[in-house]
């Protein structure tokens, strides 16, 4: 069942659809923009069909509807652009740059492919899994006995795939410092 007032809008509607996307598109960059401003005008005379004007005024004043409509989207498009920009600041921030992370995991699992299967799951479990040698030997079914000197085999046979061999342990051996008088005597 159709109002007249269904049929005002429908006529109202055929009348100046063409007019008010045409003003639309004209004034944003992208079609689907243009197509949102015109669909919320139509809304907008819809909701406020007591305001519209008859006549000659209909299509400034849904072209004035079109203009708040799009400066409603501009600011909203700014919004957004602006809290997507703070978002990435604060994503940074929070996030470090895991890029060296990754490419260093990538160059270890691709070690510890080369490695025996023993090897690789020993490691994997110890590095992967967090577990200590006596979980691991739990895990595996083996005494930890077998399994710390596995583990220690494992992780030098791995670092000579990686070529990175941990600095030397204890005391480095310094330059030699000249001794005083005092100290020669004793």
């Not at 992208?30 to 919320?40: F, G, K, L, W, Y």
């Not at 270890?108 to 492919?113: S, V």
């Amino acid at each position: 069942m159709t109002t007249a007032r269904d049929d005002a809008f429908r006529d109202l509607y055929a009348a100046h659809f063409d007019a008010v996307l045409g003003f639309a598109l004209r004034r944003t960059v992208r079609p689907e923009d243009a197509a949102d401003v015109t669909s919320d005008t139509f809304l907008v005379a819809w909701r406020r069909w007591s305001h519209v004007p008859a006549g000659d005024s209909t299509r400034p004043w849904l072209y004035g509807v079109a203009r708040r409509t799009l400066a409603n989207q501009r600011r909203g498009d700014g919004r957004r652009t602006a809290l997507g920009e703070r978002l990435r600041v604060q994503v940074a921030l929070a996030v470090s740059d895991l890029a060296d992370e990754v490419v260093h995991r990538a160059d270890i699992t691709q070690a510890m492919k080369r490695l025996s299967a023993r090897d690789e799951e020993v490691l994997q479990l110890h590095l992967w899994e967090g577990l200590e040698p006596r979980e691991i030997a739990e895990v595996l079914g083996l005494p930890s006995t077998v399994v710390r000197p596995r583990l220690s085999r494992a992780k030098a046979r791995l670092r000579d795939l990686l070529g990175n061999d941990p600095p030397a342990t204890g005391h480095l051996p310094s330059e030699t410092t000249a001794i005083g008088p005092k100290e020669e005597l004793r």
